[in-house]
């Protein structure tokens, strides 16, 4: 009855995951059967970790972490302008052109008005580039921001804004530390378990030798060989769960410190819409 339930909960298990990958999407991907290379049992040493360089990492790699850094940058730049808006404001503007005068002159004193000189495009054009008739000028306005309201309300919003923002960089960095520190703590658990596993499987492994060494000699009876074979299979299905555990440590570890898709070489990409 336990292998026929652990045969349906691996095949909903494979349908989860077929699910989160998309394989569920192709008829054909879909009936193919997962073939798992990773190896249940730990490759290497086991890992070991200090809370504090961990943390670090996770404050240079976490997404959530950088969104915040630049809401921060921008709240600092909303303060500058806000509070800029409530200084005088003092504006200096020159202009300086050149003309070109064209067309006929006449001498309205006499009548009828005598033609003095005529002119046409080619004269404006020698005319503008001698400079013979420039116009210049400037402008100074100064503005006094005098109980500008709306300016001093937006300077009012920009610093609340950033101190709201503040407050949620340390929430988030004390959550942070916390779910860092739990993973950690976590990992360590994990092997340990792994370690009390391999010794139950070893000492489980040597009562079932001796039972079976005893039942051959005449001195045991087959109940106590079946009890030490059971014995031997919860050991073994104990360190099973205890090298899950440990994988699943391992991933949280990786989560928090913001490592799980670079580790696993994964790799997102903005696409162009």
């Known amino acids: 009855m336990q292998v026929i339930q652990a045969e349906y909960s691996l095949k909903q298990a ?130 006094l921001p005098i109980r500008n309201r709306a300016a001093q309300a937006d300077l009012g919003e920009a610093m609340v804004s950033r101190r709201r923002d503040l407050y949620l960089q340390r929430q988030e960095g004390q959550q942070l530390w916390q779910e860092v520190k739990n993973a950690v703590h976590q990992v360590e658990q994990a092997e340990l378990s792994i370690a009390a596993a391999k010794v139950s499987q070893d000492l489980a492994q040597k009562t079932l030798e001796a039972e079976q060494r005893k039942y051959e000699l005449g001195a045991s009876q087959i109940f106590f060989v079946l009890d030490a074979q059971t014995q031997l299979a919860q050991a073994e299905l104990s360190l099973v769960q205890a090298q899950i555990g440990y994988q699943q440590a391992v991933a949280g570890v990786e989560h928090a410190t913001g490592t799980l898709l670079e580790n696993h070489k994964v790799k997102i990409e903005d696409v162009a819409p």
């Open 14 to 143: 494979e349908d989860a995951f077929r699910r989160v990958i998309g394989a569920d999407l192709d008829p054909y991907i879909r009936a193919l059967d997962l073939d798992l290379t990773e190896s249940l049992e730990p490759r290497g040493d086991l890992l070991s970790l200090d809370i504090q360089q961990a943390y670090q990492q996770a404050l240079e790699r976490r997404p959530e972490l950088e969104a915040l850094r630049q809401q921060i940058d921008n709240d600092e730049t909303s303060v500058r302008l806000a509070h800029n808006h409530l200084l005088p404001d003092l504006s200096l503007s020159a202009f300086y052109t050149t003309n070109g005068i064209s067309g006929n002159s006449y001498n309205i004193a006499t009548t009828p008005p005598a033609l003095i000189s005529t002119g046409g495009l080619v004269d404006t054009l020698s005319q503008m580039k001698g400079f013979d008739f420039p116009s210049y000028g400037f402008t100074v306005q100064l503005r």
